[in-house]
């Protein structure tokens, strides 16, 4: 009986600094856990310890605005320019909705532009970001 509880990502939003990309097609935030090998007298096997995460993700957007290009500006002058990025998906037959915000967050590249003939337009934003904070968690029924 959860299938109908299965979170939809059309319901996803996205906010840069505030500001909602409502051209949205899909978004991604991850952290990545960076591993050591260990090595134990005794033990043939190799076992492995978190030393650092790192988080990354994207935002595709259809190409209807002209984005970060301010962002990018500033970067080109010399400034390391950081945003807070908030991802919501509000599914509205889900149990709730989720939110979390990411900060220190840097964008990776500047697509000046990319297009092809009889396809829409999307630009994809990659980033990293150092922390993220849960503002609202969808907990088990």
Not at 34 to 49: F, L
Not at 92 to 99: H, K, L, M, N
Not at 111 to 136: N, V
């Amino acid at each position: 009986m959860l299938d109908q509880r299965v979170m939809n990502g059309t319901w996803g939003e996205v906010w840069v600094d505030g500001a909602l990309w409502a051209e949205l097609e899909s978004a991604q935030a991850k952290y990545a856990y960076n591993k050591s090998d260990v090595n134990m007298c005794g033990e043939m096997t190799v076992g492995s310890k978190v030393t650092n995460v790192k988080g990354t993700g994207s935002i595709v957007v259809h190409k209807v605005y002209t984005r970060n290009i301010d962002r990018s500006d500033q970067i080109l002058n010399g400034r390391d320019v950081r945003a807070t990025i908030v991802m919501k998906l509000a599914d509205p037959d889900a149990f709730g909705a989720e939110r979390v915000a990411l900060y220190n967050v840097s964008f990776d590249d500047e697509t000046i532009m990319d297009f092809a003939a009889g396809s829409p337009g999307k630009t994809t934003h990659p980033f990293t970001f150092s922390r993220r904070e849960w503002l609202d968690r969808v907990n088990p029924q």
